[in-house]
């Protein structure tokens, strides 16, 4: 009973420090981008911390948390720095759940039928799920902005193509620097690919040779 109720304590008080280092992170990268990045001209031209923030929640945490984490940024970008009326509050959860559904860890059952379909019933690596899912955050940014800045003023500037471009190749640049100290600081250290040893069959000298009887 008390080693039930250690672990039963163990499991809850590691269930709280994964959720207080989500919450910390989410805010500590909002701080980030709103503080540090605009002192850098070419480090505003997206918000590459708030991207690199939810594709590593995604893969880490999964799809409730990148919901938590997009709506979270929606209402704080909505409130702080609007752009458009309602953008920011409609995008950033939007595809937040739009990218947990491509790159967050598939569930059992999905393996399991990914399995007997012939397939390899395993996730991708999450550094490279990471890392395109950034890059998805940052080109349904570029698009959306574009999109929106046409139907509004009916322009469609080449520069600002070209600065779409730029800001995309930034992002991937940015999530590849990133996500790395922010995994370990969510408590994911970095694993090498053990590869077992291969033990060559040695017959037991002990043991009693077969005696066949006619």
Same mark, same amino acid.
């Given at each position: 009973m008390i080693q039930r109720l250690e672990r039963?304590?163990?499991?809850?008080?590691?269930?709280?420090?994964r959720e207080v280092l989500l919450f910390a992170a989410i805010f500590l990268g909002y701080l980030i981008q709103v503080c540090v990045l605009p002192n850098f001209p070419f480090l505003s031209l997206?918000?590459?911390?708030?991207?690199?923030?939810?594709?590593?929640?995604?893969?880490?945490?999964?799809?409730?948390?990148?919901?938590?984490?997009?709506?979270?940024?929606?209402i704080l970008m909505e409130i702080m720095l609007s752009t458009?009326?309602?953008?920011?509050?409609?995008?950033y959860p939007a595809v937040a759940m739009l990218c947990s559904v491509l790159f967050a860890d598939k569930s059992a059952q999905q393996l399991e039928y990914e399995k007997n379909i012939g397939k390899s019933g395993r996730d991708r690596s999450p550094y490279l @799920?990471?890392?395109?899912?950034?890059?998805?955050?940052?080109?349904?940014?570029?698009?959306?902005?574009?999109?929106?800045?046409?139907? @509004?003023?009916?322009l469609f500037p080449l520069n600002l193509v070209l600065r779409g471009l730029w800001a995309i190749l930034l992002c991937s640049i940015f999530a590849l620097i990133v996500m790395l100290p922010l995994?370990?600081?969510?408590?994911?250290?970095? @694993? @090498?690919?053990?590869?077992?040893?291969?033990?060559?069959y040695q017959p037991s000298s002990t043991q009693e040779p077969m005696q066949w009887s006619i």
């Open positions: 039963f304590g163990h499991m809850f008080l590691r269930s709280v420090l997206q918000p590459f911390m708030l991207f690199t923030v939810m594709a590593t929640v995604t893969v880490c945490y999964g799809r409730l948390r990148a919901f938590w984490c997009g709506a979270i940024y929606g458009y009326q309602l953008m920011n509050l409609l995008f @799920r990471t890392f395109l899912c950034a890059q998805v955050y940052s080109v349904f940014y570029e698009v959306v902005n574009l999109a929106y800045l046409y139907l @509004r003023e009916s995994r370990m600081f969510f408590g994911y250290p970095i @694993r @090498r690919r053990v590869v077992p040893k291969v033990v060559p």
